[in-house]
């Protein structure tokens, strides 16, 4: 006796069905509390984006509030300083003059030579007239003459006040650079608190700070003094240093007051782009996080209240239905092991009742089956394998008959431009050949008749050039001395150059010719494509790829032209489809597939898929294939036509 039939037998069903509740609703359970957690973790997510986008807002209002300052330091000095100003009593008056009409956003100004020597300010903040503020490594500062400069946050020598300097450039009538108009913009302005403490406000549970890109604090709704270090320094030097806004769930440095080490934060960070300076939105993740963990809790609670109430109820009722099922099961178990002769009485009414009628009608039936079956199968067997033979003997048959009839077909391609060229060819040449003699012997005695020869012969060669076309569209030469290349280019070049479609090709894998067969085969079906291409598309690109890729052989005709739906193309009516038809044939005589990928307005591609082990066997050059190539058609190399002189 197996194991599992003996742990069968000595569990029972009803341990089994009390077992299976029970995993199931605790399967059920998990599913539950996965779904939740996620749902709480998604809450989480949305908490931290919500901060990410309030230190973004921040960061915008801040920067319009520079743009604008600059702006308005911009009108200020238009006019301000004309050309030639070097008395520095003037430049100071001038600059005293400004401060009386100077936007509310600046403290001070000052102006600044084209190499950043202070020349004036007004009031003195401290600076010595003549110093150079861009050398000063407090400042940061890097003076651009296109447009607005500002410079990192510094406390002013005269007075400590934390200000920013913003310089826009003053240029003369001609357009060469003056100087700088200079504003020291303070850090406490009431306008930047606001914007701060609005963000914070947003949040509801944080703070708001303004930080420099050592991650010291430049301005605050916590009271934080002025260069304090951040209470996440590191994070900030590091977001600082990628320059894209970041949100992250950070632990409190070492060392920053009222905050114990470790202590986890959401933050938000966002870079200015006008200046050195970032906003960081944040809060304790705690306190941030409790309305998501009430939530949690509660989801828990309420799931192992309805997971016990259930298993209640479902092991009550499993109980109550596992005990008719139980002496029905022993009866079925009978039928199971063979014993179709012993019949089956249903053990009480009821559904249990309807199930054991079932199975008695059943028992019944299989018997009849069985030996239904057994006359059958022995029929069907010997019927199946003649069926299967047949179908073989005949699809290799219509295989045949039809690499016959594309053989012949060739031939006769063959025969007849032989023909052609031994015959009419030779004839025309004749004529050609007598025209010129006959041109000679008139000579210039009779102008009337030298110009009919003239025509006659200009029709004899266009003659002999229609029948190199009908020659080399029978059985390109090319084909058969240079490969499938060339001899494609060739039909491109009559098909699509005079239309005015480019053709890229491209070869990928295949260094050698490829067998003569395949060859054919492939010319013949790319010449249908860009037969189709040149009447129907409308395109202005064809694309040709031979690819030899992971064991098969793969060629692509893809356009750019109006498309079509493949499915709406049939073979009714007019012979619509038959060419698609054709070349599906033409593939499958060396084991390969065609595709059609088409939409109206989106281009075709037609592509052949051979297995390259199906070309074992095939007999191929040893000249080798020509390497990646992408010409247009109208710079193709001509195809050396059959010459019917």
């Not at 060739?410 to 009419?424: I, M």
Request: proline share 6%; net charge negative; aromatic share 4%.
């Amino acid at each position: 006796m197996k194991k599992w039939e003996w742990l069968v037998q000595r569990i029972g069903l009803w341990p089994r069905l009390a077992l299976s509740l029970s995993l199931g609703l605790l399967a059920l359970f998990f599913v539950f509390s996965t779904l939740g957690e996620r749902a709480v973790q998604e809450s989480i997510a949305r908490l931290l984006e919500e901060r990410q986008l309030l230190a973004e807002m921040a960061a915008g209002e801040l920067e319009d509030l520079l743009r604008h300052a600059g702006e308005e330091l911009g009108q200020l000095s238009h006019g301000l300083f004309p050309e030639g100003i070097e008395d520095e009593t003037l430049l100071a008056a001038r600059l005293a003059w400004a401060y009386e009409q100077r936007p509310p956003e600046f403290a001070g100004l000052v102006f600044l030579d084209p190499e950043g020597r202070l020349r004036a300010a007004y009031p003195p903040a401290g600076f010595s007239i003549g110093a150079s503020l861009p050398e000063r490594p407090e400042l940061g500062l890097h003076l651009k003459a296109e447009r607005l400069s500002v410079s990192r946050p510094f406390r002013l020598p005269a007075s400590g006040a934390p200000v920013i300097l913003l310089a826009v450039p003053v240029q003369s009538t001609d357009g060469r650079l003056q100087g700088f108009m200079g504003g020291w913009m303070p850090l406490e302005d009431a306008r930047v608190r606001q914007i701060l403490q609005r963000s914070a406000r947003l949040g509801r549970i944080g703070h708001a700070l303004l930080l420099d890109p050592q991650g010291n604090v430049v301005a605050s709704t916590l009271q934080i003094p002025f260069g304090s270090p951040g209470e996440h320094a590191r994070f900030y030097r590091q977001a600082f240093a990628e320059g894209r806004p970041h949100v992250r769930i950070v632990p409190v440095e070492p060392g920053f007051p009222n905050e114990s080490p470790g202590h986890l934060h959401a933050m938000a960070f966002a870079p200015l782009r006008l200046a050195p300076l970032a906003v960081a939105v944040g809060g304790d993740l705690d306190t941030i996080s409790a309305p998501i963990n009430r939530l949690r809790w509660g989801l828990a609670l309420l799931g192992l209240l309805a997971l016990g109430g259930i298993w209640g109820a479902s092991l009550l009722g499993a109980h109550l239905l596992v005990r008719p099922i139980h002496r029905l099961t022993q009866a079925a178990q009978r039928i199971a092991n063979g014993d179709l002769s012993t019949p089956l009485r249903a053990p009480e009414g009821g559904e249990i009742g309807a199930m054991a009628e079932a199975l008695e009608r059943m028992r019944l039936r299989l018997l009849e089956n069985i030996q239904e079956l057994a006359r059958w199968s022995e029929t069907l067997e010997v019927r199946v394998a003649e069926r299967t033979e047949a179908l073989r003997q005949q699809e290799a048959l219509t295989r045949q008959l039809l690499r016959r009839l594309l053989t012949a077909q060739e031939e006769e391609r063959a025969r007849l431009a032989r023909e052609l060229h031994d015959e009419a060819g030779q004839i025309l040449t004749a004529v050609q050949l007598s025209l010129d003699r006959l041109a000679k012997t008139l000579g210039e005695a009779n102008p009337w008749a030298q110009e009919q020869l003239h025509r006659t012969r200009e029709l004899i060669a266009q003659a002999m050039e229609d029948l190199r076309r009908v020659i080399s569209a029978l059985r390109p030469g090319v084909l058969d001395q240079l490969g499938l290349i060339p001899a494609l280019r060739g039909v491109a070049e009559a098909l699509l150059q005079p239309l005015g479609i480019h053709l890229a090709l491209e070869i990928e894998g295949i260094t050698e010719r490829l067998p003569s067969e395949v060859e054919l085969i492939l010319f013949r079906i790319a010449q249908e494509a860009m037969h189709n291409v040149a009447r129907h598309s409308g395109a202005t690109h064809v694309w040709l790829r031979l690819i030899h890729r992971e064991g098969e052989l793969i060629m692509e005709v893809q356009d750019n032209g109006r498309g079509f739906d493949p499915t709406a193309v049939t073979v009714e009516g007019a012979g619509r489809g038959l060419g698609l038809a054709g070349m599906r044939e033409r593939a499958s005589l060396i084991g390969g597939q065609l595709e059609i990928n088409s939409q109206p307005g989106q281009g075709t591609t037609i592509r052949v898929r051979i297995p390259w082990p199906s070309l074992v066997g095939l007999t191929a050059s040893a000249r080798p294939m020509e390497a990646r190539q992408e010409v247009p058609a109208d710079e193709g190399t001509t195809d050396p036509s059959p010459d019917c002189g």
